[in-house]
């Protein structure tokens, strides 16, 4: 060291190899100070060691000096070593980086987006860059083809998010491939294939766990960054499954490069034994429960099974990160603190789900539920502390107590509520509308058919019911401030309209409404079920026509069955009648005739005869069309916007929500009719699944 090293960089590798000596064997290096009497004429009497020695073994029973051959070489295997152990940290730190830049550019756009909204930014080049941005990146699908979508059934997945996840893949694929250096002659491995191996198998596990916070915090609801960046719920749940899917694929990288490395450096007899150490089995805990973690996730078992799959991933998240916490520590603690920023994040979650249910819920709350077999759906009805005003289109989480499985929750949008105030209590009644499907939903069927009442409609069975919801979550939008409101709806996502209108009813209620500039309201809902639609007007719509009988706004409904068009043209299927009666002013009113639909068009109040024309059925105050068939949304938008080019606001609120094709065909239409220069677009797409 003295010939070859400076007294700068003697002082550094000294205190380097002691630093090393207390992590790999617990001790300290004897003081430098033992060979201060040591002469050069004696070190130059010392055996020369040689690259050959080492690969000889050759034993020596003296002090010896490294020749200059053997020196470059320990100094080129220990540089590697470390350039490659800075390379893996910063190329994880890199992977950080991105999402926090991602998560930047949301926040400056949801920011620039609030004062545009709030009037206190009115540019018109701003104005066209949140235009060009909601055109081409934030709201168009992938696929741009409606026929080729319903053909592969391929998710409507914006176009921004799909380069955000390529862009990330992309990003992991390179940072995998590029920068690693071996050489023969290095000291630590006997081979150049080992040499790579273990690089390979190191960089793939550390960027496994600088991802695992960004997905673990990606995952949560109570995410500070969706208020940040305006974002709902999908979006970070969509990143959060591609970064699981990535992070699946590396641990897998990781653990057969690993494998490979010690079975092929150390051989059979070394390596077996390694299936013994606490943190080798460790490690291959952590990485089947990531691995399988990710396979249970996928969306056919989701929703098949959602109970057990919920239940398996969140084992498979607790395995994983124990089999860390035992794993880790072979390569320093630096990598163990991964793990607390993940316990963090959950714990957090955990916590904020408490106090809102804390919060909002009564503990002697009322809540009643009702099961209509016609309609094959239930209606929720939970009174919560007046603390906040609802929100429409939000969701909330609902709880069942007295289920078996009460640590579960299942989110349901809101559908409408009651403001109670009374010298004897205040409180607000939450309204959920759920279409019965399997799983929870099947089991409350359940429990309100077993304990239905003699004294209960046949068409219904209702009961009270130990709910409590854990809320409000969801985007806030605001459809009135646009001339027209035009709601695409499909099935159940009937209540984002009805929680919308609620909204309205109360500004009517209130005469705020002659703040907003909403002139008319279209709804156009696609419902299999007419029964679904007779529960839907009787419950929430039936109202309507007393609020805004005193109002000039506008309000229409194009109902499209779309269970008529799966019928024989010859059939005839009785339409859902009102049962409040037209006034002898709506006696003589004209046929409102919805836009195009998929299929043969014919309506009646009573029979459905084939080819006859839509003719309306509904009251004075509220147009109401059935139509046969599935909507052309792109025809419904197109009429509204040729409407609104006469008017004088010129402005247009789409607001959908439907299943996956009906939800990329809107995404479509507001592309298209963004287009238009003369009618401004503003456009909320409301989650139909989980």
Known sequence: MREYCSENGLSEGWDGLNQVCEDDGGTELLPWSIIDNVTDAEVKSWP????????????????????????????????????????????????VGFWGLIVLFGTMHNFIRYLMNSSILRSKTMARCQSFIERYFAVPPILTMRKKNRIFSMPSTPRLQAIIISIYFIISIVLMCVDYHAFSENLYFTKKSTQLWRYIGDRAGALVINNLPVMWLFATRNNLLLWVTGWDFATFNTFHRWIGRACAIEIFLHGMAVCIYQYKELGTEYFLPLWKDVDWYMGVVAACSIILMTLFASAPIRKSVYDLFLIVHQSFAVACLVGLWYHLPVDGPDYVNFIWPCIAVWSFDRLVRIVRLLTWNKFASYSSAEYNRDGNVIQLRTRVRRIASPCPGSYYYVYGWRSLKFWESHPFTLSG???????????????????VQSGFTSSLRGQLLNHESPETDSSSAARKACLSVEGPYGSNFCPWRSETALFVIGGAGITVATSFMQDLVDLVQSGMHIDQRIKRVKIVWAVKNPAFYQFVYERYMAAWEAVFASTDIELSLDVYLTMLSKMDSDDEMSLPEHRNEPNESTKNMDTVISPSSSSNSHITTEKVPSGEAPTNAGTGILKTTFVQGRPTINDVVRSQIETLRSSEEKQLALVGCGPATMAHDIRLSFVESSNDAQVAVDFHLAPFGW
């Open 48 to 95: 020369i060691l040689t690259y050959e020695d080492t690969l000889l073994g050759a034993e020596f029973n003296t002090s010896v000096s490294v020749d200059q051959g053997l020196f470059q070489i320990g100094y080129q295997t220990i540089f590697d070593w470390e350039n490659q152990r800075t390379k893996r940290h910063n190329y994880g730190y890199a992977l």
């Open 417 to 435: 509520w009651n403001t109670v105030k009374t010298a004897d209590e205040s409180y607000t009644e939450l309204i959920f509308l759920i279409s």
